[in-house]
């Protein structure tokens, strides 16, 4: 490890770890005025209740909403030096000692075996990049026959190590296998803010002069080949507990209306023990189980001082600080999407162009003004007379 870093990465993760240490300090007290949010909510949805979401507005096979805070680290990282971070990592699998010396006793990282996706994701925003400059995103993967939406608002809690608390929801889809689009119904659904499971209920608060179809117009396609490793702790009862998540990637991101033009970059991202579109964990459950809070996530959870000063959190940002030492890595703000999109704009493409992605409804455009969705519906095509 020690030949990766320079007296200036010394330096900087010196630094980074007083700033990590000072939230610690602050945890305790925090923590007095009850357990605050716990890391990840996922809706216990009754069958009728799954059955009338499926059946009403599109949403599902399994309408089991989630929603989750997630602590995580962005670090750009040259195509170049891909390899050289993969071998880093193996080395660490490989060398449980070196392993502890870089994230703590009791520590070890092992490789994950997860598959290749193959697949797509399909990056969407108005056609003036509303969600990109606002750092936020909405994202649908359509993977084994399954539509996932992800949306993550512009909002977030950065510290000065790098990392940030960022708040992400989703729900599975019955979205168009082939083009991914949406029906109408769907977004009748994303409308409507009463309901706990729809993970665009704040869109309209955070963008009042939009109407939500607005932001449905496909920007771009991002691919990841990434290799993972957890970071695992032993705990009193002598088992191993997954405490992180990091990902070496090769991103390349892609012009839908000229999908020969692409872009690739290299990315390093850590995050918390991540959930996904199945049951939660069993850590996952207890935490959720006793906390007093009620879920889902709101955008301004991410700067709720009890999640931001506990020890879950704090110890995910000790990681992070860790691993940019240990790869010589710095952060980055701007998300996957952010930065495919500032990479396909240098190349010439034109996002105004984007299709859009809800079935039945057409593009509008007022002179001068970005391109937006019209509220009417289309007319249905009338049957040629016989």
Do not use: C
């Given at each position: ?12 993760v ?25 890391m ?10 799954e059955?009338?979401?499926?059946d ?5 096979p ?6 989750r805070?997630e ?6 990282i ?32 092992v490789?994950m ?7 797509w ?17 909405l ?34 889809l019955?979205?168009?296998k082939?083009?991914g ?24 608060k ?32 002598g ?7 990091i ?7 892609r ?30 459950q ?19 001082p ?11 940002r ?9 790869l ?59």
């Open positions: 490890m020690t030949e990766l870093l320079t007296k200036r990465t010394h330096t900087q010196i630094k980074l770890l007083f700033a990590t240490l000072s939230v610690a300090l602050l945890a305790r007290e925090a923590r007095g005025d009850g357990a605050g949010p716990p990840v909510w996922r809706h216990d949805i009754s069958d009728e209740v059955k009338s979401r499926v009403r507005y599109g949403v599902g399994y309408a089991d909403a989630q929603t805070l602590t995580e680290l962005r670090t750009d040259p195509l170049s030096r891909l390899p050289e971070a993969k071998a880093a990592m193996d080395r660490l699998v490989a060398d449980p000692a070196a392993a502890a010396n870089v994230f703590g006793a009791n520590h070890r990282v490789a075996a997860k598959k290749p996706r193959k697949v994701d399909l990056y969407l925003d108005t056609t003036d990049g509303r969600l990109a400059a606002s750092g936020a995103s994202r649908i993967r359509i993977e084994n026959g399954t539509a996932q939406i992800n949306y993550k608002p512009p909002t977030g809690n950065y510290f000065d190590d790098g990392m940030k608390i960022g708040m992400e929801a989703g729900i599975t019955s979205a168009d082939k083009t689009k949406l029906p109408q119904k769907t977004i009748d659904f994303f409308k409507n803010t009463r309901l706990v499971d729809n993970p665009l209920r704040e869109m309209k955070q963008f009042p002069d939009l109407n939500l179809e607005d932001f449905f117009f496909l920007q771009l396609e991002n691919k990841q080949d990434r290799q993972m490793y957890a970071v695992e702790q032993l705990d009193g009862a088992q191993w507990v997954k405490k992180s998540e990902s070496v990637d090769l991103v390349v991101g012009d839908p209306m000229n999908r020969a033009t692409q872009v690739r970059y290299g990315r390093v991202e850590l995050e918390g023990d991540h959930v996904s579109a199945g049951q939660l964990n069993a850590r996952q207890a935490a959720l189980a006793g906390s007093d809070w009620k879920g889902p996530h709101k955008a301004h959870d991410t700067k709720d009890r999640f931001a000063a506990s020890d879950e959190v704090t110890k995910i000790g990681y992070g600080v860790a691993l940019q030492g240990y010589g890595v710095t952060p980055s703000k701007g998300s996957k999407y952010v930065r495919s999109r500032e990479l396909l704009a240098a190349r010439g493409v034109r996002f105004d162009r984007g299709r859009l992605m809800v079935k039945g409804l057409y593009r509008t455009r007022a002179r001068n003004k970005p391109v937006r969705v019209s509220q009417r519906r289309a007319k249905p095509i009338k049957s040629a007379r016989r």
